[in-house]
């Protein structure tokens, strides 16, 4: 069975300070997807990343950085010097070749608060 | 392009109302979904469509149909509603790339609904 734990339900950090972000997934699938997502307090959920099972690079955007581990079933994102406008929920999501790829299992999301 | 659409964006109901929520998306996307977000729980799916006519439970299905008679648009229904079906509904949608499936899923802003 598929499943995406993210153990941290808030975080609070101030302006300028760096943030991970953990994402574990459990899967017995060989190939699957990892994406991340974001909530602003607007509400409407935006693509962040997508990473496939087979592709193990790290990726960097701007301030984003993802980490993927398959040793360690992880997926972690961070995000250097962190603004404000960067307060929202985090998601990380799951989706598995087994189940045709339409199953996407999200985590129940991070919280996160940036203060000036 | 207005992306995907969700109407209502509110609606309070009384235990044993029926209601549709509408779900459109001028992308012509393949793929349509609708989840459901409690606190704490991240996203669940309810049902997803893999092209008009089809349908197709997701993991929280009971309680809810679905129909997509048009490719455009995706329906949910709540026949007799319960205070348990009190949550945020998102409709989600996405496309078909040769090779994979496991494209991003464009969000609507979704549907909140109250069951009394």
């Known amino acids: 069975a598929q499943k995406v734990t993210q153990a941290q339900t808030e975080i609070s950090v101030v302006e300028k300070e760096d943030v991970t972000l953990d994402c574990v997934y459990e899967?017995?699938?060989?190939?699957?997807?990892l994406f991340w997502y974001k909530q602003p307090p607007s509400g409407e959920l935006v693509f962040l990343i997508r990473?496939?099972?087979?592709?193990?690079q790290n990726e960097i955007s701007g301030r984003y950085s993802w980490n993927f581990q398959k040793s360690t079933s992880s997926f972690n994102f961070t995000i250097t010097a962190s603004q404000v406008v960067d307060s929202a929920v985090y998601f990380c999501?799951?989706?598995?070749?087994?189940?045709?790829?339409?199953?996407?299992?999200f985590g129940a999301g991070t919280r996160l608060f940036v203060k000036a | 392009n207005a992306g995907v659409t969700q109407t209502p964006k509110f609606r309070v109901l009384k235990t044993g109302q029926s209601m549709t929520l509408l779900c459109a998306q001028d992308m012509n996307h393949e793929y349509m979904y609708w989840y459901r977000q409690d606190p704490g729980m991240g996203l669940r799916l309810i049902h997803y469509?893999?092209?008009?006519?089809?349908?197709a439970k997701g993991e929280v299905p009971d309680g809810y149909n679905v129909s997509r008679l048009k490719k455009q648009n995706f329906l949910l229904g709540l026949e007799s509603a319960a205070p348990s079906q009190t949550s945020v509904y998102f409709c989600?949608?996405?496309?078909?790339?040769?090779?994979?499936?496991?494209?991003?899923?464009?969000f609507g802003p979704g549907t909140r609904l109250t069951v009394l």
């Open positions: 999501a799951l989706s598995e070749a087994g189940t045709g790829g339409f199953k996407t299992i």
């Open positions: 899967t017995r699938d060989t190939t699957y997807y």
């Open positions: 469509s893999v092209g008009e006519g089809t349908t």
């Open positions: 989600a949608s996405s496309y078909r790339t040769s090779g994979t499936q496991y494209n991003e899923q464009f």
């Open positions: 990473r496939n099972s087979f592709d193990e």
